[in-house]
């Protein structure tokens, strides 16, 4: 193979290796967050609860505990590292013409005959499993009245963001189909409840930020090989289904459980 055909290759592979790179990196951002909190979600109920005390010290301990959200909920700065650097990453991919040449050399070369209705089949799977578990008694660490309302916060920001960016911006699709390419609002939508999964079963199940955001990240590169998306469409959409689920996560308001289970 001559130099100038390797170097088309390391080109075309790169889309890729560009999404593993995104679900690895996705996977190891979780895993700080678990030295912030401490080993088991419990309340120490000193006699001073039952025994009347002045000062009321125990009340006043256990109304903290149970009114206080875990770490993992509060904002954080590097909790914002991850989607920075897909949106920056993305947002550059789709300002260089060559990149996105590179890519559509590729499919046409690779991927011209190929589809699948996979990545419309997978799409809500991420959202759809924790009422799975809920009905075969796995418990999430949020109760699921509080987490509905959670994820409908993150489906509104979702939707009313992607609608807005796609509206503002116009990009065309690689298949010329319509001017909606920008961001992908399967990435969006998929890498949104992937959070959620990730942050709610995440430490009963070690596995699961390396499943959902693999769930994620196969959705996004079926959205490539259906020739839908750039991949700054995909990285984009990521970073803002991420902030979404994060945001609404953030600002959440514990209407009826108020005591949240995060370790």
Known sequence: MTGSGQKQVKRAALPGLLLILLHLGLVMNTLPLKAQMPEKDTCIISQS???????????????????????????SKPQLTMPAILMGAGIAMDLSSGFKNTQLSFHDKHLSGFHTAADNALLYVPAVIPYGLDLLGV???????????????????V??????????????????????SFPS???????ATATMLSMEYKDQFKWMPY??????????????????????????????????????????????????TFK
Request: proline residues 4%.
């Open 211 to 260: 499943a959902a955001y693999g769930l994620a990240t196969g959705v996004g590169m079926l959205r490539l090989a259906n020739n839908k998306h750039y991949v700054g469409d995909v990285l984009v959409g990521a970073a803002l289904g991420i902030l979404s689920m994060k945001l609404a996560y953030w600002t959440h308001h514990y209407k009826w459980h108020k005591h949240p």
């Open 139 to 157: 418990s999430s660490k949020t109760d699921i009245k509080n987490r509905t309302a959670i994820l409908i916060k993150a489906e509104i920001l």
């Open 49 to 75: 609860f039952f025994i009347p005390d002045s000062s009321f010290q125990g009340h006043r301990n256990i109304k903290e505990k149970y009114l206080t959200p875990s770490p993992v909920l509060r904002f």
């Open 185 to 191: 609002g399967h990435s969006m939508q998929v890498f």
């Open 159 to 180: 939707t009313a963001s992607g609608y807005l960016l796609k509206h503002t911006v116009h990009q065309w699709r690689p298949d010329r189909s319509n001017r909606y």
